[in-house]
């Protein structure tokens, strides 16, 4: 093996692993969470680069309705790690457009009950006041505890 099919090797293999640690990042957040107030958001693999999330109204126990994207349901919604791969970027509108709901995964030390929850929070285009139309829907915006993997 020539010094160019070396490379070419360790950078196939730095690829994989960067691939590997990503999936492994992405899979902490595959499950179901709840808030004090009953939201639940079930988490789940769509592909190796994404996952898909369905929100659950506590008011309702049921999606809600989207009326910004055709009356669509709160269900499957694509999501993505963040560039730091610390936060689970959710899609409310399409890719790209709209707004997100952003999950934190951190460390809450809890007096009775330590452990990593969702800490969760709205984010928008400068230009879109989205949040203040549709925002409601998807509050309160309390810390998801994991209740099922």
Known sequence: MNGLEKQRLDFK?????????EFDNMKRFIGKWKNKSGNILKIELNDKQSLKVSF???????????????GKESVEM??????????LEVELWEKGKGFQLSLLYDWMDYRIEPG????PGLVQNVDD???EKYGHLFMPLEHYKQIEK
């Open 78 to 87: 694509y999501a993505e790690l963040d560039f730091y791969e610390s936060s």
């Open 13 to 21: 293999i730095h690829l994989i692993n960067i691939r590997k640690r």
């Open 129 to 131: 006041n989205l949040t």
């Open 116 to 119: 990593y929850r969702l800490a």
């Open 56 to 70: 659950v109204s506590g008011k309702t126990g049921k999606p809600v309705i989207r009326e910004y994207l055709d």
